[in-house]
């Protein structure tokens, strides 16, 4: 489920994340309820969003999908600080 989670910097393509890169965390019978990821935006995308573009996010799997568009103001702008 993990590689199913997108975001989308409005006017760029979704990006899905780099997930669990400090351990494995799933096997064939389970998988972990805590996974890690990662969103590699590029220069231009940070660049959008510190300039005000609009965020949204979402799941796509086979048996859930979801989307939050846009996401709230007040949690974009904390993600937006985040980043370099």
């Keep these: 489920i993990e590689y199913d989670v997108w975001i989308k910097v409005d006017g ?9 890169e400090d351990l494995e965390r799933e096997t064939e019978d389970k998988t972990s309820s805590v996974h890690f990821l990662r969103f590699e935006l590029t220069a ?14 979402g799941i796509s799997h086979a048996v859930y999908e979801h989307t939050v568009d846009p996401v709230p103001q ?8 985040d980043l370099d």
């Design 44 to 57: 231009a995308m940070v660049a959008a969003l510190k300039l005000g573009s609009q965020l949204s996010a």
């Design 12 to 20: 760029f393509n979704k990006v899905t994340p780099v997930a669990d």
């Design 74 to 81: 007040h949690i974009r702008d904390s993600l937006v600080a």
